[in-house]
């Protein structure tokens, strides 16, 4: 049973630019959220998506923005990219209704802006 | 608003010394409270939880919890650290949903 995917594992890009990271998440999950966590900082709340619509938002611009897939995969994008972008985007996934249950992470994106 | 305050930046015990790990949050109601490890380059993995009932809770690798509702604490322990208990912890509160609230995380280092 595969848990959490997440690809690609490193990524590099330039200000301005804009990025696409996706996550499959754990088999029988349909509720995906992702996290950005800055180097020596906790993972801060971006989104979550479930039924293919957000959900829940913490407190970022809309330069970020996402999408679920009908699987329940997920897509993470950003634009017009920042330095303080570069992070690790960690997807994690859980099953609506289960209410506080753990949530099964990735291992992450690391995300390089220069 | 909710947040949750690891005081402790970095932590070094000796291999086979006890390991408390401090954590303490601010919410209104009793919160759902996690304790999460993250190795380097890894993602998190959940080492215990505390939703309701006894206040001591049992995790998994020999961690154990304590909820402390006084004291808004949820303090990690272990009695015999090992080498590969050598990572970054994060407590983490959930107020509601799946919305999960992190400390900045404690480093421990092992040392033999």
């Known amino acids: 049973d595969a848990g959490v995917t997440q690809s690609p594992t490193h990524l590099i890009k330039t200000r301005g630019q804009q990025v696409t990271l996706r996550c499959s998440p754990k088999?029988?999950?349909?509720?995906v959220s992702w996290y950005q966590q800055a180097l020596g900082q906790g993972p801060q709340f971006i989104f979550q998506?479930?039924?293919?619509?957000?959900?829940q938002r913490g407190n970022f611009p809309d330069r970020f923005s996402g999408h679920q897939f009908p699987n329940y995969s997920s897509e993470l994008n950003v634009n017009a990219l920042l330095l303080g972008d570069s992070a690790l985007y960690l997807c994690?996934?859980?099953?609506?209704?289960?209410?506080?249950?753990?949530?099964?992470f990735g291992s992450g994106t690391q995300l390089s802006v220069l | 608003a909710q947040s949750v305050t690891q005081p402790d930046i970095h932590i070094t015990v000796s291999e086979g010394a006890s390991l408390e790990l401090r954590c303490n949050y601010s919410?209104?109601?009793?919160?759902?409270l996690f304790w999460y490890v993250q190795s380097p380059g890894q993602g998190l993995q959940l080492l215990l939880k505390?939703?309701?009932?006894?206040?001591l809770v049992q995790g998994i690798k020999g961690f154990e919890a304590e909820f402390k509702r006084s004291q808004s604490s949820f303090n990690l322990r272990k009695p015999s650290v090992h080498w590969s208990d050598a990572a970054e912890y994060f407590c983490?509160?959930?107020?509601?949903?799946?919305?999960?609230?992190f400390g900045t995380g404690t480093s421990l280092t092992v040392i033999p």
């Open positions: 994690a996934s859980s099953r609506r209704g289960a209410t506080n249950e753990k949530l099964f």
């Open positions: 088999s029988g999950h349909d509720t």
């Open positions: 998506y479930y039924e293919e619509e957000e959900r």
């Open positions: 919410y209104g109601a009793t919160p759902y």
């Open positions: 505390y939703f309701s009932g006894d206040t």
């Open positions: 983490a509160v959930a107020p509601t949903g799946n919305q999960f609230y």
